[in-house]
Nanobody, 122 residues
Framework: QVQLVESGGGLVQAGGSLRLSCAAS????????VAWFHQAPGKEREFVAA????????DYANSVKGRFTISRDNAKNTVYLQMNSLKPEDTAVYYC???????????????WGQGTQVTVSS
């Protein structure tokens, strides 16, 4: 069983930066691809970025490409999402998820964190 805990959210002005962390418990975390999703009020959960188990392969939604960077440190059982040049439309609850395959679809992921709120003011 893998448990995920997100941290690092907060309130930031447009153009600012935040780094989210997803800390995992469980001995097999390094075997799982991990993704970040976000969900704004009244909207569906949307894909943001994903990283392979090794960390060598990444994928980004077009809306964040060039602004966000996903990375992982398997020795620390942690995945990060560095968010730069934040925009008000990035405001949402951000979730990390672990699964057996890397995918843009939420349904492919077995393990989810509780989420962390990111609010970007204009």
């Amino acid at each position: 069983q893998v448990q995920l805990v997100e941290s690092g959210g907060g309130l930031v002005q447009a153009g600012g930066s935040l780094r989210l962390s997803c800390a995992a418990s469980g001995p097999t975390f390094s075997a799982y691809p991990v993704a970040w999703f976000h969900q704004a009020p009244g909207k569906e959960r949307e894909f943001v970025a994903a990283i392979s188990s090794s960390g060598f392969s990444t994928d980004y939604a077009n809306s964040v490409k060039g602004r966000f960077t996903i990375s992982r440190d398997n020795a620390k059982n942690t995945v990060y999402l560095q968010m730069n040049s934040l925009k008000p439309e990035d405001t949402a609850v951000y979730y990390c998820a672990g699964g057996r395959i890397r995918s843009r679809r939420p349904g492919e992921y077995d393990y989810w964190g509780q989420g962390t709120q990111v609010t970007v003011s204009s």
